[in-house]
């Protein structure tokens, strides 16, 4: 049976060749946990409903005492080794990895022959886009010809409400304020977005030392592949030594690196394993707060000059500078000061929250500026291949079916 001709996922390859560019099964052989039946879909919308069994109830009236009064999320705990910044970190590697702007989450869909846009190479695709002669809109053609160096954009009036009385910068976008970048999920969030102009802002920094470092013997070519080069290693180096061991710890680590993988195999190119995309790297949406400190604004002591925000607000007015961190806008106070976000070891770093059962309250309306957002994750109807893109179904709070014959232990009826 050829890729394409898999009865629209009614049955589903059970091989185990993976071509490149693909996704595939882990565990070809396993049956699925259930039949897709309107029971099952019922229980599991339920299951993911506002207020339901996975909401944690967070109490949403302020973004700033959401953070510092735990009793505000009392069912929300902290995660006590990993910083907030981590969240989007793993947010953005997710997208190096993995990209399908091809399927629907309406219909079933056979992972092998879901065509993934990316490799799982950790090659920054999702910066470099196609390099300069595929993807010149990456680049400022004002340097080198548009060979060289991303372009960044200044914030008008970021420097009058930013500590440091300095402009910051923020992505390319057009006159629409769509972010003109490789991958257009990095610019869902201001955190993400953040990322990636970091990213952007430390390759020209690399390239600029290495064209010190070439000299005038290497073209501007050859200088551009080896400063990409530099930046690949050092962030390759900062997965396998930051993230993978604070996310999964040390010890599991460190013996995946010794003793090499267990499960995990392929003919040719390794490619992405749905039970991956789809189920286990969904952990990042448990991790994420429901409110964050954006910046510091003015000041570093007095919380009233700070952007304190709920990381969404569906009800938020001010659709230019809106009351939450959605990304897509441009406004002096939408950027982001790291140190809230990662350990710098002056005391100001928050925590992400633990990976359990329960998401943040601000996740069960994702708003519908995001196109992928809008669409809602039906279990079992498809392999659909990102996971960051959960969406709960909306429903009535979850009650029981049969209240007559329930148990104590009855799924709905017990929390």
């Not at 506002?50 to 009392?74: C, E, F, R």
């Not at 972010?179 to 990636?196: C, F, H, K, S, T």
């Not at 990409?228 to 180096?237: D, E, L, M």
């Not at 990102?386 to 079916?401: E, I, L, Q």
Request: with cysteine.
């Amino acid at each position: 049976m050829a890729h394409g001709d898999a009865d629209a996922g009614q049955l589903t390859p059970r091989s185990t060749f993976y071509d490149r560019g693909r996704f595939g099964r882990l565990f070809p052989t396993l049956p699925p946990f259930s039949a897709d039946v309107p029971l099952i879909r019922d229980a599991l919308s339920e299951l993911g409903a506002p207020g339901g069994p996975m909401d944690a109830q967070d109490d949403l009236s302020d973004p700033v005492t959401l953070i510092t009064d735990p009793a505000k999320s009392a069912h929300n705990p902290n995660n006590p080794t990993l910083t907030a910044g981590f969240t989007f970190l793993g947010q953005f590697l997710d997208h190096d990895m993995t990209f399908d702007p091809t399927s629907s989450l309406a219909r079933a869909q056979d992972p092998e022959s879901i065509r993934n846009f990316r490799i799982p190479a950790l090659d920054l695709d999702s910066v470099y886009g196609g390099g300069p002669a595929v993807s010149p809109y990456l680049y400022d053609q004002n340097v080198d010809e548009g060979r060289t160096t991303f372009l960044t954009e200044e914030i008008p009036g970021s420097a009058a409400v930013s500590i440091d009385g300095n402009a910051r910068r923020d992505l390319p976008r057009n006159s629409q304020s769509v972010a003109l970048i490789a991958d257009p999920r990095n610019d869902e969030n201001m955190m993400v977005a953040g990322l990636q102009q970091a990213m952007l802002r430390f390759h020209n920094q690399v390239y600029l030392d290495v064209a010190a470092d070439l000299g005038t013997a290497y073209t501007v070519d050859e200088t551009f592949a080896e400063a990409q080069r530099v930046v690949r290693w050092h962030y390759q180096w900062m997965v396998l030594h930051e993230f993978l061991p604070r996310t999964v710890g040390q010890t599991t680590a460190q013996d995946v690196l010794d003793n090499g993988l267990k499960f995990f195999d392929w003919r040719h190119n390794p490619y992405i394993p749905v039970e991956f995309s789809v189920g286990a790297y969904r952990f990042g949406h448990s991790q994420a707060r429901p409110s964050y400190r954006g910046n510091f604004g003015t000041s570093t002591t007095d919380l009233t000059q700070q952007f304190f925000a709920l990381l969404f607000k569906p009800t938020a007015t001010n659709q230019a500078d809106p009351d939450d961190l959605r990304g897509g806008r441009r406004a002096p106070r939408r950027f982001i000061d790291w140190q809230t976000f990662f350990d710098f070891g002056d005391g100001r770093v928050r925590p992400n929250k633990k990976i359990d059962t329960t998401l943040s309250s601000v996740l069960f309306d994702l708003l519908g500026q995001a196109r992928e957002a809008r669409r809602r994750w039906r279990p079992g109807t498809s392999s659909a291949t990102s996971p960051w893109r959960y969406r709960p179904a909306r429903a009535s709070p979850a009650r029981c079916r049969s209240p007559q014959s329930h148990q104590a232990t009855c799924p709905t009826c017990s929390r």
